[in-house]
Protein backbone atom coordinates (compact mmCIF):
# COMPACT_ATOMS: atom_id res chain seq x y z
CA UNK A 1 0.00 0.00 0.00
CA UNK A 2 1.11 3.81 -0.26
CA UNK A 3 2.52 5.14 2.57
CA UNK A 4 1.41 8.60 4.15
CA UNK A 5 4.31 11.65 3.09
CA UNK A 6 4.48 13.04 6.74
CA UNK A 7 7.01 14.19 9.01
CA UNK A 8 5.34 12.86 11.92
CA UNK A 9 6.80 9.84 13.58
CA UNK A 10 5.20 6.85 15.85
CA UNK A 11 6.34 5.39 19.11
CA UNK A 12 6.92 2.10 19.13
CA UNK A 13 7.98 -0.41 21.63
CA UNK A 14 9.91 -3.73 19.66
CA UNK A 15 11.07 -6.22 21.82
CA UNK A 16 10.70 -4.43 25.03
CA UNK A 17 12.70 -1.40 24.11
CA UNK A 18 11.24 1.95 22.69
CA UNK A 19 11.41 2.70 19.01
CA UNK A 20 10.53 5.06 16.77
CA UNK A 21 9.19 5.51 12.98
CA UNK A 22 7.58 7.41 10.51
CA UNK A 23 4.30 7.62 10.71
CA UNK A 24 2.05 5.27 8.22
CA UNK A 25 4.75 2.43 7.91
CA UNK A 26 3.49 -1.04 7.50
CA UNK A 27 5.20 -3.81 9.90
CA UNK A 28 7.18 -5.26 6.70
CA UNK A 29 8.79 -1.79 6.56
CA UNK A 30 9.27 -2.00 10.00
CA UNK A 31 10.94 -5.20 10.03
CA UNK A 32 13.49 -4.03 7.05
CA UNK A 33 14.36 -1.20 8.66
CA UNK A 34 15.79 -3.54 10.95
CA UNK A 35 17.59 -5.59 8.28
CA UNK A 36 15.75 -8.67 8.77
CA UNK A 37 13.68 -10.59 6.20
CA UNK A 38 10.22 -10.88 6.63
CA UNK A 39 9.58 -13.79 5.61
CA UNK A 40 11.78 -15.40 8.17
CA UNK A 41 10.44 -13.97 11.32
CA UNK A 42 7.44 -14.18 13.16
CA UNK A 43 6.02 -10.75 14.66
CA UNK A 44 3.25 -10.70 17.59
CA UNK A 45 1.49 -7.06 17.26
CA UNK A 46 -0.25 -5.79 20.82
CA UNK A 47 -0.80 -9.48 22.18
CA UNK A 48 -1.74 -10.93 18.59
CA UNK A 49 0.18 -12.98 15.65
CA UNK A 50 0.57 -10.80 12.44
CA UNK A 51 -0.10 -13.32 9.68
CA UNK A 52 3.41 -12.98 7.85
CA UNK A 53 1.45 -12.78 4.50
CA UNK A 54 -0.20 -9.12 5.55
CA UNK A 55 2.90 -7.99 7.02
CA UNK A 56 3.33 -5.42 3.80
CA UNK A 57 -0.50 -4.34 4.78
CA UNK A 58 -0.83 -3.92 8.64
CA UNK A 59 -0.03 0.23 9.53
CA UNK A 60 1.46 0.64 12.62
CA UNK A 61 0.16 2.87 15.12
CA UNK A 62 1.09 4.88 17.91
CA UNK A 63 1.89 2.78 21.05
CA UNK A 64 2.05 -0.29 19.10
CA UNK A 65 3.87 -3.26 21.39
CA UNK A 66 5.60 -5.47 19.02
CA UNK A 67 7.56 -9.08 19.44
CA UNK A 68 9.63 -9.98 16.86
CA UNK A 69 10.93 -13.52 16.62
CA UNK A 70 12.92 -15.92 14.97
CA UNK A 71 14.47 -19.49 15.26
CA UNK A 72 18.70 -19.02 16.63
CA UNK A 73 20.71 -22.36 16.60
CA UNK A 74 23.64 -23.65 14.49
CA UNK A 75 24.36 -23.16 11.02
CA UNK A 76 25.53 -26.08 8.39
CA UNK A 77 28.68 -27.82 7.94
CA UNK A 78 30.49 -28.45 5.38
CA UNK A 79 30.66 -32.44 5.55
CA UNK A 80 31.87 -33.34 2.04
CA UNK A 81 35.53 -33.02 2.57
CA UNK A 82 37.18 -36.33 1.72
CA UNK A 83 38.55 -37.51 5.47
CA UNK A 84 40.97 -39.98 4.79
CA UNK A 85 44.16 -41.34 6.58
CA UNK A 86 47.44 -42.85 5.97
CA UNK A 87 49.95 -45.24 7.15
CA UNK A 88 53.12 -45.83 5.83
CA UNK A 89 52.64 -43.70 2.88
CA UNK A 90 49.60 -45.50 1.87
CA UNK A 91 46.09 -43.52 2.07
CA UNK A 92 42.71 -45.28 2.57
CA UNK A 93 39.66 -43.87 3.16
CA UNK A 94 37.56 -46.10 5.62
CA UNK A 95 39.06 -46.08 9.22
CA UNK A 96 37.55 -49.71 9.82
CA UNK A 97 39.99 -52.45 9.88
CA UNK A 98 38.11 -56.33 9.86
CA UNK A 99 39.49 -59.23 10.72
CA UNK A 100 38.86 -62.69 8.74
CA UNK A 101 38.07 -65.06 11.47
CA UNK A 102 35.28 -67.02 13.25
CA UNK A 103 32.92 -66.16 10.39
CA UNK A 104 30.27 -69.31 9.10
CA UNK A 105 32.18 -69.27 5.67
CA UNK A 106 34.35 -67.28 3.49
CA UNK A 107 30.59 -66.10 1.75
CA UNK A 108 29.83 -64.80 4.99
CA UNK A 109 33.27 -62.92 5.95
CA UNK A 110 33.54 -61.44 2.52
CA UNK A 111 29.38 -60.12 2.49
CA UNK A 112 30.50 -58.36 6.09
CA UNK A 113 33.97 -56.88 4.96
CA UNK A 114 31.62 -55.57 1.54
CA UNK A 115 28.64 -54.13 4.79
CA UNK A 116 31.48 -52.49 6.65
CA UNK A 117 33.04 -50.67 3.72
CA UNK A 118 36.43 -51.85 5.20
CA UNK A 119 39.56 -51.54 2.79
CA UNK A 120 41.74 -53.41 5.41
CA UNK A 121 41.37 -56.82 6.23
CA UNK A 122 43.57 -58.97 8.51
CA UNK A 123 44.58 -62.52 7.53
CA UNK A 124 46.25 -64.84 9.56
CA UNK A 125 49.03 -67.62 8.14
CA UNK A 126 48.19 -70.61 8.39
CA UNK A 127 49.46 -73.58 7.16
CA UNK A 128 48.05 -74.72 3.97
CA UNK A 129 45.70 -77.80 4.01
CA UNK A 130 47.76 -80.35 1.58
CA UNK A 131 45.17 -83.23 1.75
CA UNK A 132 42.68 -80.93 -0.53
CA UNK A 133 44.62 -78.25 -2.03
CA UNK A 134 41.29 -77.45 -4.00
CA UNK A 135 39.53 -76.64 -0.55
CA UNK A 136 38.32 -72.38 -0.89
CA UNK A 137 40.26 -70.09 -0.01
CA UNK A 138 39.77 -66.56 1.56
CA UNK A 139 41.43 -65.21 -1.78
CA UNK A 140 38.52 -66.88 -3.69
CA UNK A 141 36.10 -64.29 -1.90
CA UNK A 142 38.06 -61.37 -0.65
CA UNK A 143 40.04 -60.14 -3.61
CA UNK A 144 43.16 -59.13 -2.57
CA UNK A 145 43.88 -56.39 -5.53
CA UNK A 146 40.43 -54.45 -4.41
CA UNK A 147 41.03 -55.24 -0.79
CA UNK A 148 44.17 -54.50 1.04
CA UNK A 149 45.39 -57.28 3.13
CA UNK A 150 47.19 -57.12 6.38
CA UNK A 151 49.07 -60.25 7.40
CA UNK A 152 49.08 -60.87 11.06
CA UNK A 153 50.84 -63.28 13.56
CA UNK A 154 47.97 -63.99 15.55
CA UNK A 155 48.87 -66.85 17.96
CA UNK A 156 52.22 -66.19 17.72
CA UNK A 157 54.30 -66.04 21.63
CA UNK A 158 57.46 -65.24 20.92
CA UNK A 159 58.96 -62.77 19.17
CA UNK A 160 61.24 -65.34 16.87
CA UNK A 161 57.84 -67.43 15.84
CA UNK A 162 56.03 -63.91 14.80
CA UNK A 163 59.41 -62.45 12.47
CA UNK A 164 59.09 -66.29 10.98
CA UNK A 165 55.29 -66.23 10.08
CA UNK A 166 55.88 -62.49 8.75
CA UNK A 167 58.89 -63.42 6.27
CA UNK A 168 56.74 -66.00 5.01
CA UNK A 169 53.73 -64.08 4.66
CA UNK A 170 55.85 -61.84 2.47
CA UNK A 171 57.13 -64.37 0.42
CA UNK A 172 53.90 -65.86 -0.25
CA UNK A 173 51.95 -62.83 -1.46
CA UNK A 174 55.02 -59.93 -1.39
CA UNK A 175 53.27 -57.62 2.18
CA UNK A 176 55.13 -55.81 4.19
CA UNK A 177 52.40 -53.86 5.81
CA UNK A 178 51.90 -56.16 8.51
CA UNK A 179 50.62 -56.49 11.83
CA UNK A 180 52.32 -57.58 14.48
CA UNK A 181 51.13 -59.12 17.80
CA UNK A 182 53.08 -61.16 19.90
CA UNK A 183 51.22 -62.71 23.10
CA UNK A 184 52.36 -62.98 26.52
CA UNK A 185 49.88 -65.74 27.71
CA UNK A 186 46.67 -67.83 26.55
CA UNK A 187 44.49 -66.56 28.87
CA UNK A 188 44.77 -63.37 28.56
CA UNK A 189 46.06 -62.65 25.32
CA UNK A 190 47.81 -59.91 26.17
CA UNK A 191 50.76 -58.38 24.32
CA UNK A 192 54.12 -59.08 25.68
CA UNK A 193 55.88 -56.05 24.97
CA UNK A 194 59.32 -57.46 25.47
CA UNK A 195 58.99 -59.55 22.84
CA UNK A 196 56.74 -57.10 21.02
CA UNK A 197 59.38 -54.34 20.62
CA UNK A 198 62.02 -57.00 20.19
CA UNK A 199 60.06 -58.01 16.83
CA UNK A 200 59.74 -55.01 15.83
CA UNK A 201 63.06 -53.68 15.47
CA UNK A 202 63.85 -56.53 13.41
CA UNK A 203 61.22 -56.76 11.41
CA UNK A 204 61.57 -52.81 10.75
CA UNK A 205 65.25 -53.32 9.94
CA UNK A 206 64.04 -56.10 7.34
CA UNK A 207 62.30 -53.19 5.08
CA UNK A 208 58.61 -54.45 6.86
CA UNK A 209 56.35 -51.81 7.74
CA UNK A 210 54.56 -53.14 10.86
CA UNK A 211 51.11 -52.44 12.47
CA UNK A 212 51.74 -52.90 16.45
CA UNK A 213 49.72 -54.41 18.69
CA UNK A 214 50.07 -53.43 22.15
CA UNK A 215 49.43 -52.55 25.94
CA UNK A 216 47.05 -48.77 25.97
CA UNK A 217 50.82 -47.83 27.68
CA UNK A 218 51.47 -44.13 26.12
CA UNK A 219 55.51 -45.07 27.26
CA UNK A 220 55.12 -48.58 25.57
CA UNK A 221 53.70 -46.70 22.46
CA UNK A 222 56.48 -44.44 22.42
CA UNK A 223 59.03 -47.02 22.63
CA UNK A 224 57.14 -48.98 19.64
CA UNK A 225 57.43 -46.17 17.52
CA UNK A 226 60.99 -45.28 17.89
CA UNK A 227 61.64 -49.05 16.89
CA UNK A 228 59.72 -48.57 13.78
CA UNK A 229 56.17 -49.41 14.35
CA UNK A 230 54.22 -47.54 11.45
CA UNK A 231 51.09 -47.26 13.46
CA UNK A 232 50.33 -48.08 17.28
CA UNK A 233 47.71 -50.43 18.00
CA UNK A 234 46.51 -50.57 22.06
CA UNK A 235 43.91 -52.78 23.20
CA UNK A 236 40.94 -51.73 24.33
CA UNK A 237 40.26 -54.85 26.32
CA UNK A 238 41.38 -58.44 26.01
CA UNK A 239 40.77 -59.94 22.71
CA UNK A 240 37.48 -61.36 21.81
CA UNK A 241 36.22 -60.31 25.34
CA UNK A 242 34.16 -57.26 24.12
CA UNK A 243 34.13 -55.45 26.96
CA UNK A 244 34.80 -51.93 25.33
CA UNK A 245 37.32 -49.25 25.90
CA UNK A 246 38.33 -50.12 29.63
CA UNK A 247 41.15 -47.09 29.99
CA UNK A 248 39.79 -44.09 27.85
CA UNK A 249 42.73 -42.07 29.68
CA UNK A 250 45.90 -43.89 28.69
CA UNK A 251 44.24 -44.41 25.08
CA UNK A 252 43.72 -40.44 24.29
CA UNK A 253 47.67 -39.81 25.87
CA UNK A 254 48.78 -42.69 23.22
CA UNK A 255 46.96 -40.57 20.54
CA UNK A 256 48.62 -36.82 21.95
CA UNK A 257 52.02 -38.75 22.09
CA UNK A 258 51.93 -40.83 18.88
CA UNK A 259 53.36 -39.19 15.49
CA UNK A 260 51.84 -42.26 13.78
CA UNK A 261 48.15 -43.78 13.41
CA UNK A 262 46.77 -44.65 16.31
CA UNK A 263 44.08 -47.07 16.27
CA UNK A 264 42.24 -49.26 19.12
CA UNK A 265 42.63 -53.23 18.56
CA UNK A 266 40.52 -55.55 20.84
CA UNK A 267 37.94 -55.30 22.97
CA UNK A 268 35.12 -53.16 20.93
CA UNK A 269 31.52 -55.14 21.37
CA UNK A 270 29.52 -52.42 19.66
CA UNK A 271 29.17 -49.69 17.72
CA UNK A 272 29.06 -47.04 20.25
CA UNK A 273 31.90 -48.59 21.27
CA UNK A 274 33.70 -48.25 18.07
CA UNK A 275 32.60 -44.76 18.51
CA UNK A 276 34.29 -43.63 21.39
CA UNK A 277 37.36 -45.21 20.15
CA UNK A 278 37.13 -42.61 17.48
CA UNK A 279 36.00 -39.97 19.61
CA UNK A 280 39.01 -40.02 21.59
CA UNK A 281 40.78 -39.27 18.72
CA UNK A 282 42.13 -42.52 17.59
CA UNK A 283 43.01 -42.96 13.97
CA UNK A 284 40.66 -45.99 13.06
CA UNK A 285 39.53 -49.29 14.94
CA UNK A 286 40.50 -52.93 14.32
CA UNK A 287 37.65 -55.78 15.16
CA UNK A 288 36.96 -58.96 14.27
CA UNK A 289 34.58 -60.72 17.05
CA UNK A 290 32.41 -57.76 17.56
CA UNK A 291 31.16 -58.57 14.27
CA UNK A 292 31.46 -62.35 13.44
CA UNK A 293 29.66 -63.68 16.31
CA UNK A 294 26.99 -60.97 16.10
CA UNK A 295 23.60 -62.84 15.84
CA UNK A 296 23.41 -60.46 12.22
CA UNK A 297 27.35 -60.03 11.69
CA UNK A 298 26.20 -57.97 8.15
CA UNK A 299 23.81 -55.73 9.84
CA UNK A 300 26.71 -55.27 12.50
CA UNK A 301 29.09 -54.43 10.36
CA UNK A 302 26.98 -51.68 8.62
CA UNK A 303 26.51 -50.54 12.40
CA UNK A 304 30.38 -50.80 12.95
CA UNK A 305 31.17 -48.45 9.88
CA UNK A 306 28.23 -45.61 10.66
CA UNK A 307 29.49 -46.19 14.39
CA UNK A 308 33.70 -45.11 13.22
CA UNK A 309 32.23 -42.40 11.12
CA UNK A 310 29.73 -40.88 13.86
CA UNK A 311 32.92 -40.86 16.28
CA UNK A 312 35.28 -39.15 14.04
CA UNK A 313 32.69 -36.58 13.02
CA UNK A 314 32.09 -35.89 16.49
CA UNK A 315 36.04 -35.87 17.21
CA UNK A 316 36.66 -33.19 14.02
CA UNK A 317 33.28 -31.25 15.29
CA UNK A 318 34.54 -30.74 19.12
CA UNK A 319 32.92 -31.75 22.22
CA UNK A 320 31.04 -29.48 24.16
CA UNK A 321 32.36 -28.72 27.65
CA UNK A 322 31.25 -30.53 29.99
CA UNK A 323 29.30 -28.42 33.35
CA UNK A 324 28.30 -29.09 36.90
CA UNK A 325 25.17 -27.44 36.37
CA UNK A 326 22.73 -26.91 33.71
CA UNK A 327 22.63 -24.80 30.59
CA UNK A 328 19.90 -23.64 28.78
CA UNK A 329 19.58 -24.96 25.18
CA UNK A 330 17.63 -21.58 24.48
CA UNK A 331 18.81 -18.33 24.98
CA UNK A 332 16.95 -16.07 27.90
CA UNK A 333 17.72 -12.80 26.58
CA UNK A 334 14.60 -11.81 24.33
CA UNK A 335 12.06 -13.77 26.04
CA UNK A 336 8.77 -13.19 25.38
Known amino acids: MTVQNTSAELSLTVNGEPRRIAAG??????????????????????????????????????????????????????????????????????????????????????????????????????????????????????????????????????????????????EAGGWDLVKLEVLGEARTLYPDMRETLKATEVLAKEGFLPMVYCVDDPIAAKQLEEAGAVAVMPLGAPIGSGLGIQNKVTVRLIVEGAKVPVLVDAGVGTASEAAVAMELGCDGVLMNTAIAEAKDPIRMARAMKLGVEAGRHAYLAGRMATRKYADPSSPLAGLI
Open 25 to 170: ATIAQLVESLELNPQKVAVERNGEIAPRSSLAEVVLGDGDVLEIVHFVGGGDVDTTAEDTWTVAGRTFRSRLIVGTGKYKDFAQNAAAVEASGAEIVTVAVRRVNVSDPKAPMLTDFIDPKKITYLPNTAGCFTADDAIRTLRLAR
